[in-house]
């Protein structure tokens, strides 16, 4: 009797669970189901599910509607991006965790400072900046700024690793007689992989989303990011909502099957900033 | 390896003897210049001179082919006194950021104590819900936008359904109802963020104080508000700052569901910036720099507020 009661006071709760669940999840599977749907079909029923399954509309999107390149341009941008990142911030968060030197506070302090930058104070002048040096609506303009954008919260996240490294390692290290380059590659890097792993997840995650900076920086379409195409295929193709959704789908995908295989670490690495 | 010509003894030697080589926490500045010189050349190029450089664009209208001329503080002055646009733009952003915000924190604290409360398949819930905060802006504002279709968006649909047919609109395309409707949408895309921190916040509180409260036949919603929400509060302080933070320079959402319409019912102060710079042909990048400096020091001056507000409290307690 008791036990029934029990389980009747929780019903809201777990009416409440499958609802969030829904609400949460929903969605997704709803743009999965209309990316193998046609138009035509989806404006028949939009909450159907497929009928026959049109798979053909992927390679349509891939080569038709451009969807090809900017999966390889996002692809070339963010992972040239994150590889930078990590080697550039590891070295950084190593030497400010590691040594003491005269100054390691005001490097830290600035470097660190970039976190509060809004983007806002920093669009309008790159733009400038980047026209000036030449490297206006190119990737490689776009890499360097995802690289100057992160870095702050890279270094921030692998210095608070770094420094907790018991000094005992590196003293040792030293009587051994490694060199300063030595004991980054061979010592602080491999036991840093667990932080570097969050912070290559956390980037990929946030570059491979970025819009507003792509959206300022580059204008040639054969040089747009996924989150760009899609924005522009939306604006010629209003209606066409069969292939927004298939295209949906095919940016989405990366992160998606990411997730399926490494959710506990992708959780970690889209909150490590904020649990400290 | 220069150095290892030395035995390994000899060195250990000098090292016990205080040499200065060995001790790791030092190093020549040349070395640490190298480690640190890649981080700072970028970050000085393209983060502190764009940084300084917007400061100085502010003070300048530049005209056709980069022409500048200084202006001082008019701008500052025309976008304070003349600038209506903006105004609009800043009590939009302001109702956001507060809603949003209070939204953000509670709502992620009431789900995550859903989920303290040992459900079935808590670990899959946790998978599911977090799934929007991975997703980017323009997949979330396009799935947002097809949802709150007046024709067959699952909103008006929904309501059909529930019989409240006088309830169905348009709900972008209203100027009373698109900035809520847009809170809902940043709403459901960061619940799941908060909610996990809140949920490492909650397995992280000693379990002999909760052990306690039920030994004391404390209800559950006066141990809610009087042990697990003061305990909470340096989490609860974090997220509160990240999440007002984040909605202050609000862009992308607003940009790709409404584009600050209709009637600037949505425009927020970033992408009125976007829209002065690059949108109306004005070519002139100081006055939308006048902008993004007034916000940013708005941003700073609020952020302090709050900390230091939260935290003062905080030493009163003790």
């Not at chain 1, 046609?38 to 999107?61: M, S």
């Not at chain 2, 006055?287 to 009163?316: E, G, H, K, N, Q």
């Amino acid at each position: 009797m008791r036990l029934w009661l029990n389980h009747l006071r929780r019903t809201p709760l777990v009416l409440f669970l499958i609802l969030y669940t829904i609400l949460a999840g929903g969605p997704f599977l709803w743009v999965m189901s209309m990316s193998l749907r046609t138009t035509p079909e989806i404006f028949d029923n939009p909450y159907a599910l497929p009928v026959r399954l049109h798979w053909e509309k992927f390679a349509n999107a891939w080569t038709n509607s451009n969807y090809g390149t900017y999966f390889w341009n996002s692809l070339i941008v963010v992972v040239t991006a994150v590889a930078l990142l990590t080697l550039i911030g590891a070295m950084a968060a190593h030497c400010l965790a590691r040594y003491r030197f005269r100054g390691s506070r005001l490097v830290r302090f600035v470097i660190l400072s970039g976190m509060i930058l809004p983007p806002q104070l920093l669009i309008l002048s790159l733009f400038q900046i980047l026209l000036d040096y030449g490297l206006y609506n190119s990737l490689a303009g776009l890499i360097i700024v995802y690289v100057a954008t992160q870095l702050a919260m890279t270094v921030y996240i692998l210095e608070g690793f770094f420094a907790q490294l018991p000094q005992d390692l590196f003293d040792a290290a030293r009587m051994d007689g490694y060199g300063d380059f030595e004991i980054f590659w061979r010592i602080t890097l491999p036991i840093g992989v667990p932080a570097i792993f969050t912070t290559i997840t956390l980037n990929f995650i946030i570059l491979w989303n970025e819009y507003l900076y792509a959206v300022v920086l580059l204008t040639d379409d054969e040089k747009r990011t996924l989150p760009l195409g899609i924005m522009h295929f939306m604006g010629g193709h209003q209606l066409d909502v069969g292939m927004i959704a298939t295209g949906l789908i095919i940016a989405i995908a990366p992160v998606i099957l990411l997730y399926a295989l490494f959710s506990e670490t992708m959780i970690k690495g889209m909150t490590a900033g904020a649990v400290r | 390896m220069a150095e290892s010509a030395a035995p390994p003894r000899a060195r250990r030697v000098a090292w016990l003897a205080g040499d200065s080589i060995a001790d790791s926490r030092q190093a020549p500045m040349r070395t640490i210049l190298l480690f640190l010189a890649p981080a700072l050349l970028v970050y000085a190029a393209f983060t502190i001179y764009p940084v300084l450089r917007t400061f100085y664009n502010s003070v300048h209208t530049i005209g056709p082919r980069n022409v500048q001329t200084f202006v001082g503080l008019d701008n500052f002055a025309a976008l304070l006194t003349q600038d209506r646009v903006f105004w609009k733009a800043v009590v939009n952003t302001a109702l956001f950021t507060v809603v949003g915000t209070i939204g953000d924190v509670l709502g992620g604290l009431l789900l995550a104590l859903c989920l303290f409360a040992k459900v079935p398949l808590a670990r899959t819930l946790r998978v599911v819900w977090f799934t929007p905060v991975l997703m980017s802006y323009v997949v979330v504002g396009i799935i947002w936008v097809w949802l709150y279709d007046y024709d067959w968006g699952l909103v008006n649909l929904l309501l059909g359904w529930l019989g409240l047919e006088s309830w169905q609109q348009s709900w972008l395309g209203d100027p009373a109802t698109a900035l809520w409707a847009l809170v809902v949408t940043h709403l459901w895309k960061w619940l799941g963020f908060n909610m996990i921190i809140f949920l490492a916040a909650l397995h992280a509180l000693p379990e002999e104080v909760l052990g306690a409260a039920e030994l004391d036949n404390c209800g559950w919603f006066a141990k809610l508000v009087y042990i697990i929400i003061p305990m909470l509060r340096p989490t609860l302080v974090n997220l509160l700052v990240l999440s007002f933070i984040g909605k202050m320079m609000m862009f992308d959402l607003v940009w790709i569901m409404t584009g600050g319409g209709p009637l600037w019912s949505t425009e927020t102060v970033s992408t009125y910036v976007y829209k002065r710079a690059f949108n109306w042909n004005t070519f002139d990048l100081g006055y939308p720099s006048a902008i993004a400096v007034l916000w940013f020091i708005m941003i700073l001056l609020f952020v302090m507020l709050i900390t230091r507000l939260l935290r003062s409290r905080d030493r009163l307690e003790f």
